[in-house]
């Protein structure tokens, strides 16, 4: 082996880097003998590549040795300088194959072209994945024969990632909108165009630029509120939030929760508002209703105070012996309260006549035989319920102490009717309280609290006639007033 | 001096303590409603000096009653559990008074007002 050192002024002609490695090589080791015995059609190739900023390397022959200039190297990596004279097959194992048919589509006078070409190539001691344009010609020689392949090689890689990477990022985008109910939306710098809304359902979908977007979704009342909130968020430059009622699909109005963020170029520009608005109708709901229910309950509680303040104020009302009285206004609280359980596990909404019977009259019977409750059964707005179930509890507990189970053997029917006094008057319930059996019954020197509230206080309750009747044989009470008032629940 | 006064309450005891009150203070009641008909009624034919008026009646707002009553020139005045917060804006300038009160509270108010 010769060890041949030209001198630069010899062939190949500058040619950087490579075309000094390449004045030096021992050609006459390789398939194309010695460098100044080369053909002239090789000669001139490897001059114009040399002189080529962009990646080119000749594969010569038919073993296809290869020979390149200084922007093939930097593509080549650690596989440089050792590719420089090899066979292609050789110096690129691991893309043997793809490179044999390069050289048999060439050395038959074919070309070859490929666009972001994947290959896996080892430059640097392990994998990795490469990306190239690639552009193959035959290289004729003296004699007008193919001798040689030209490829051109541009690697694209970056490009190619960066290119994937935005893909992705697009269908991770696409797939975040399909999978959040949000409504997502774009608009540009000054809100004044609405480029596209996507939702899944929840608003109509503004498909092209909209310059009506404001009227389409955001009611008149609500739109000054609005544009006060974009305004702010654009002057300072801070992503927009606000929550305002929208209109929906089909023409409902909900509430939105929306939310914008700007995006903004290098110099701090805005360029468009990318944002996100939630349903947030049936929070606000919930959030109204159990405002409402607040409200409610604190007047429940102001009411039941006053009740509580009414019936001890009524209780202790010239009352003489306060242990007794004492005693009834425990009763009656604990009846009011009863009462009340009576209604909750109603929800509220209606008591069965029944029901407040039962409860407020059969605690105080010692013996189920001593009591009657008969009737159909009739469903009482909740006060009314109240009223009446307190002035059954005073004829109960009276009935106890005074009445007819004050003894052994004395009993008490309620019973109860609906009529109409006439065909077309409307419905009336009659209830009847009747004591038997007890201390003979004579007309009360003072009428005390359990009487008025009956009296007075349940037929103006029950807008019917309510009579406390004090007969010998014993106390009756009788109830009389329209079924209607009670049965719509008013 | 003795006044006839209309009560428009729907709570039996509460309306029973009203009567009570204002006995003790030496008026008279001249009516007692417990439902917006009835008190709608009662609103129009009433010969009163002053009425009070529960806000909610069985869940019906009494405002009706109180437009009877402006119309018919009898002065009122509002007793609710809800408080001021429960008044329409058309009755704002009325008198509150707030469930429970005492008898001292109601006194004040029929004298601002009577």
């Given at each position: 082996?010769?060890?041949?050192?030209?001198?630069?002024?010899?062939?190949?002609?500058?040619?950087?880097?490579?075309?000094?490695?390449?004045?030096?090589?021992?050609?006459?080791?390789?398939?194309?003998?010695?460098?100044?015995?080369?053909?002239?059609?090789?000669?001139?190739?490897?001059?114009?590549?040399?002189?080529?900023?962009?990646?080119?390397?000749?594969?010569?022959?038919?073993?296809?040795?290869?020979?390149?200039?200084?922007?093939?190297?930097?593509?080549?990596?650690?596989?440089?300088?050792?590719?420089?004279?090899?066979?292609?097959?050789?110096?690129?194992?691991?893309?043997?194959?793809?490179?044999?048919?390069?050289?048999?589509?060439?050395l038959a006078g074919g070309v070859l072209s490929y666009k972001n070409q994947e290959l896996t190539l080892y430059r640097h001691g392990y994998g990795e994945q490469v990306?190239?344009?690639?552009?193959?010609?035959?290289?004729?020689?003296?004699?007008?024969?193919?001798?040689?392949?030209?490829?051109?090689?541009?690697?694209?890689?970056?490009?190619?990632?960066?290119?994937?990477?935005?893909?992705?990022?697009?269908?991770?985008?696409?797939?975040?909108?399909?999978?959040?109910?949000?409504?997502?939306?774009?608009?540009?710098?000054?809100?004044?165009?609405?480029?596209?809304?996507?939702?899944?359902?929840?608003?109509?979908?503004?498909?092209?630029?909209?310059?009506?977007?404001?009227?389409?979704?955001?009611?008149?009342?609500?739109?000054?509120?609005?544009?006060?909130?974009?305004?702010?968020?654009?002057?300072?430059?801070?992503?927009?939030?606000?929550?305002?009622?929208?209109?929906?699909?089909?023409?409902?109005?909900?509430?939105?929760?929306?939310?914008?963020?700007?995006?903004?170029?290098?110099?701090?520009?805005?360029?468009?508002?990318?944002?996100?608005?939630?349903?947030?109708?049936?929070?606000?709901?919930?959030?109204?209703?159990?405002?409402?229910?607040?409200?409610?309950?604190?007047?429940?509680?102001?009411?039941?105070?006053?009740?509580?303040?009414?019936?001890?104020?009524?209780?202790?009302?010239?009352?003489?012996?306060?242990?007794?009285?004492?005693?009834?206004?425990?009763?009656?609280?604990?009846?009011?309260?009863?009462?009340?359980?009576?209604?909750?596990?109603?929800?509220?909404?209606?008591?069965?006549?029944?029901?407040?019977?039962?409860?407020?009259?059969?605690?105080?019977?010692?013996?189920?035989?001593?009591?009657?409750?008969?009737?159909?059964?009739?469903?009482?707005?909740?006060?009314?319920?109240?009223?009446?179930?307190?002035?059954?509890?005073?004829?109960?507990?009276?009935?106890?102490?005074?009445?007819?189970?004050?003894?052994?053997?004395?009993?008490?029917?309620?019973?109860?009717?609906?009529?109409?006094?006439?065909?077309?008057?409307?419905?009336?319930?009659?209830?009847?309280?009747?004591?038997?059996?007890?201390?003979?019954?004579?007309?009360?020197?003072?009428?005390?609290?359990?009487?008025?509230?009956?009296?007075?206080?349940?037929?103006?309750?029950?807008?019917?006639?309510?009579?406390?009747?004090?007969?010998?044989?014993?106390?009756?009470?009788?109830?009389?007033?329209?079924?209607?008032?009670?049965?719509?629940?008013? | 001096?003795?006044?006839?006064?209309?009560?428009?309450?729907?709570?039996?005891?509460?309306?029973?303590?009203?009567?009570?009150?204002?006995?003790?203070?030496?008026?008279?009641?001249?009516?007692?409603?417990?439902?917006?008909?009835?008190?709608?009624?009662?609103?129009?034919?009433?010969?009163?000096?002053?009425?009070?008026?529960?806000?909610?009646?069985?869940?019906?707002?009494?405002?009706?009653?109180?437009?009877?009553?402006?119309?018919?020139?009898?002065?009122?005045?509002?007793?609710?559990?809800?408080?001021?917060?429960?008044?329409?804006?058309?009755?704002?300038?009325?008198?509150?008074?707030?469930?429970?009160?005492?008898?001292?509270?109601?006194?004040?108010?029929?004298?601002?007002?009577?």
């Amino acid at each position: 082996m010769s060890e041949v050192e030209r001198p630069a002024d010899a062939f190949p002609y500058g040619g950087g880097a490579l075309g000094a490695l390449i004045r030096a090589f021992d050609w006459a080791s390789t398939s194309l003998g010695p460098i100044d015995r080369w053909p002239a059609a090789l000669r001139s190739v490897t001059s114009t590549l040399l002189l080529s900023p962009v990646p080119i390397v000749l594969l010569w022959g038919e073993d296809g040795i290869m020979l390149y200039n200084d922007a093939y190297s930097v593509f080549a990596g650690g596989r440089h300088p050792q590719l420089l004279g090899s066979k292609v097959r050789e110096g690129w194992p691991e893309v043997a194959d793809f490179n044999d048919n390069v050289m048999k589509v060439g050395l038959a006078g074919g070309v070859l072209s490929y666009k972001n070409q994947e290959l896996t190539l080892y430059r640097h001691g392990y994998g990795e994945q490469v990306w190239m344009n690639l552009d193959y010609s035959p290289v004729l020689d003296d004699a007008g024969a193919p001798a040689g392949v030209i490829a051109i090689v541009v690697e694209t890689s970056e490009t190619v990632i960066a290119e994937r990477r935005v893909r992705d990022s697009e269908a991770r985008f696409a797939a975040l909108v399909n999978a959040t109910s949000d409504a997502v939306y774009r608009m540009n710098p000054d809100w004044s165009e609405m480029s596209a809304l996507d939702s899944q359902g929840f608003l109509v979908n503004t498909e092209a630029p909209s310059t009506t977007w404001m009227d389409d979704y955001i009611l008149p009342e609500d739109q000054p509120h609005v544009r006060e909130a974009i305004e702010a968020a654009i002057r300072e430059r801070r992503p927009f939030q606000f929550e305002h009622r929208v209109r929906g699909v089909n023409g409902s109005v909900g509430w939105t929760e929306s939310r914008a963020v700007p995006l903004m170029d290098a110099g701090g520009e805005i360029l468009e508002w990318f944002g996100a608005a939630s349903d947030v109708t049936e929070r606000r709901r919930a959030e109204e209703h159990l405002r409402l229910i607040i409200n409610e309950l604190n007047h429940r509680v102001k009411n039941n105070l006053a009740m509580t303040q009414a019936i001890a104020a009524q209780t202790f009302r010239g009352t003489e012996d306060v242990g007794e009285a004492q005693q009834r206004f425990t009763a009656r609280l604990v009846a009011l309260a009863q009462a009340n359980d009576l209604l909750t596990g109603e929800r509220w909404a209606a008591a069965s006549l029944r029901g407040v019977l039962e409860q407020a009259v059969r605690p105080h019977c010692g013996e189920q035989a001593r009591l009657t409750i008969e009737g159909p059964d009739v469903q009482l707005s909740p006060k009314t319920a109240l009223a009446l179930s307190l002035a059954m509890h005073e004829l109960a507990t009276n009935a106890l102490k005074y009445g007819a189970w004050s003894g052994e053997t004395g009993g008490v029917a309620v019973t109860w009717h609906t009529y109409r006094p006439e065909n077309d008057e409307p419905e009336r319930l009659h209830i009847e309280w009747r004591e038997q059996g007890g201390p003979a019954v004579s007309q009360p020197a003072r009428r005390g609290f359990g009487s008025r509230l009956i009296e007075r206080g349940l037929s103006a309750e029950m807008g019917g006639d309510v009579k406390m009747l004090f007969e010998p044989a014993g106390l009756a009470c009788v109830i009389d007033a329209p079924l209607t008032l009670y049965r719509s629940g008013e | 001096m003795p006044l006839r006064i209309l009560v428009v309450e729907d709570e039996m005891t509460i309306a029973l303590l009203m009567e009570d009150m204002l006995t003790d203070m030496g008026h008279e009641v001249a009516g007692l409603a417990m439902r917006l008909p009835q008190a709608l009624a009662l609103a129009e034919t009433v010969e009163a000096d002053l009425a009070i008026l529960d806000v909610n009646l069985d869940g019906r707002m009494s405002f009706p009653v109180a437009d009877i009553l402006r119309r018919r020139g009898v002065p009122f005045i509002f007793a609710t559990g809800y408080g001021s917060a429960g008044i329409d804006a058309p009755y704002l300038d009325v008198k509150v008074i707030k469930k429970p009160f005492l008898t001292d509270d109601l006194a004040v108010a029929i004298r601002t007002v009577a």
